[in-house]
């Protein structure tokens, strides 16, 4: 008969074996988590309040392990960084071919996405190539604008802007590069202008009206952190005072700023692609969807109903309600999703007309002699095409033909260039090579005729056909005379 201790005895080993059980799978758990390496690359806006080690916190207090590093310099352009004769972007470099990362974080000076937003799109398109062979995603940090506004130059001409204007410019342009290199946009600046407009009393600027303080810093982090893992800063435990906040880099922030700048972050806008190639004419249709914690206090005054629009109505229609698109003309255009909370959104439709006709303007078959060089006139239609051309020789030993349809007679032959089109047109021509004319023959005498009433000479001139020209296809064949024979006679004499 079983007593009672020995039932608890029993029981305290089955609890025990499931605590060592639990202990090993735990340990098995720490053993196999995932540590992410992630790179920030920016200014001042970036390293100021140490905001990348607020991020690692938020993901530590998320039970997300972060190996974080950066690489920062005040007033620093993305240009600099790209290049790797510049200091900060030979150190760029080296941690991008040098390393592997999951994420890099970029940052670019607003005054380029403002005046010379191509330059900003040219370093991104260098450092891309970097961050991908280094396996990492890459993140735009859209950082903040100018408090109370500020003027730029753009073709020698200045112009003032309001803080909204700056930040609907920066978070433009930022969708728009990171749209065309597969990046993710942390729209900071988006929640900056959120909590301006609801909470004016939380201080997200320094006295300079320009710089983060540690709020702004905060909120950069918490939207950076969701874009990055799909996970909510709203209820995150990284809060002042609290245990994960060992360096105490929150220490000045209010701890009820804090709760409803996780909450300005919480709520999300996404398209469900952010590159569409479509053709003129085309139709289609794009969704958005809104996301927020049920209990988020700061957005329970808005309906949050998604709006559509378009940057160039010209290029690209689209219904407000309902996302449906049609394209109008060719080029890259850009359509949004916002909300009456302030949350926007940016795709990019790129519009293409397939050609219809290709033409080469030259002889079906060119005759050319060796060293000859020369490039093809062509013709496409329709006159909006965005296709290209690209070119093909079947011996380029003969006839070599560059991207640009410029060709280069090598050796005697015949070559056959072919002209594709994007669309998939083919035309198809011959280049047919021969030697050049020979110039500066001499004539030797060869034998001397005399008479009374004049003298003259014979010359004999021989030459070999050439019996390993490469023919047209399907060509009839030919078999020359091994040599042939000409006599010119009666030439007067010297």
């Known amino acids: 008969m079983k007593n009672k201790y020995g039932f608890c005895k029993g029981l305290a080993a089955l609890v025990l074996l499931m605590l060592c059980a639990l202990t090993i799978k735990d340990n098995a758990y720490a053993q196999t988590a995932k540590s992410y390496k992630v790179l920030f690359i920016g200014n001042s806006h970036t390293y100021y309040n140490d905001m990348p080690n607020i991020f690692k916190g938020i993901a530590k207090a998320d039970g997300i392990d972060c190996e974080v590093s950066s690489i920062t310099s005040a007033g620093y352009k993305l240009s600099q960084f790209a290049d790797t004769t510049d200091t900060y972007g030979a150190l760029v470099y080296e941690a991008l071919t040098k390393n592997t990362w999951d994420y890099v974080v970029v940052q670019e000076n607003r005054a380029v996405l ?27 940090y859209a950082t903040q604008p100018n408090n109370i506004g500020s003027t730029f130059s753009v073709n020698s001409t200045s112009f003032y802007l309001t803080d909204l204007q700056i930040e609907q410019i920066l978070t433009r342009n930022n969708f728009k590069i990171a749209n065309n290199y597969e ?27 320009l710089h983060p303080t540690v709020a702004g810093s905060y909120l950069a982090a918490c939207t950076i952190y969701y874009r990055m893992f799909n996970k909510s800063p709203y ?51 794009l969704t958005a969807t809104f996301t927020a914690n049920a209990k988020n206090e700061t957005l329970t005054d808005y309906k949050n109903n998604i709006i559509w629009d378009s940057t160039d109505l010209t290029g690209v229609s689209i219904n407000k ?58 013709e496409m239609g329709p006159s909006d095409t965005t296709d290209k051309i690209t070119w093909k020789s079947d011996l380029p030993s003969v006839v070599s033909v560059n991207s640009n349809g410029n060709i280069t007679a090598n050796k005697v032959g015949i070559a056959k260039i072919t002209a594709t089109t994007t669309s998939g047109i083919n035309v198809v021509h011959y280049v047919r090579v021969k030697l050049k004319t020979p110039t500066g023959v001499k004539l030797t005498k060869k034998s001397k005729k005399i008479t009374k009433k004049k003298k003259s000479y014979s010359v004999t001139v021989k030459w070999t056909k050439n019996t390993k020209v490469s023919l047209l296809p399907n060509a009839v064949s030919f078999q020359p005379a091994p040599a042939s024979t000409l006599t010119l006679s009666t030439l007067p004499a010297p």
């Open 321 to 378: 309600l309902t996302g449906e698109f049609t394209a109008l003309k060719t080029g890259k255009y850009q359509v949004m999703a916002t909300t009456d909370s302030g949350l926007i959104c940016y795709s990019t439709i790129d519009v293409k007309q397939p050609a219809t006709s290709l033409t080469i303007k030259e002889d079906k078959i060119l005759k050319v002699v060796k060293g000859y060089s020369g490039q093809y006139t062509t």
């Open 183 to 209: 990046g993710l946009v942390a729209a900071s600046g988006t929640n900056f202008m959120r909590v301006m407009n609801d909470y004016p009393d939380i201080t997200l600027y320094r006295t300079d009206n």
């Open 235 to 285: 209820g995150n435990k990284f809060l002042p005072g609290s245990e994960y906040d060992t360096d105490k880099l929150i220490s000045k922030l209010a701890m009820d700023d804090a709760l409803i700048l996780q909450q300005i972050a919480d709520g999300r806008l996404l398209i469900n692609t952010h590159y569409t190639t479509i053709n003129k004419g085309q139709s289609s249709k």
């Open 114 to 140: 403002v005046e010379k937003e191509y330059k900003a799109e040219s370093a991104v398109n260098t450092l891309h190539s970097l961050i991908k062979k280094a396996g990492a995603k890459m993140i735009i």
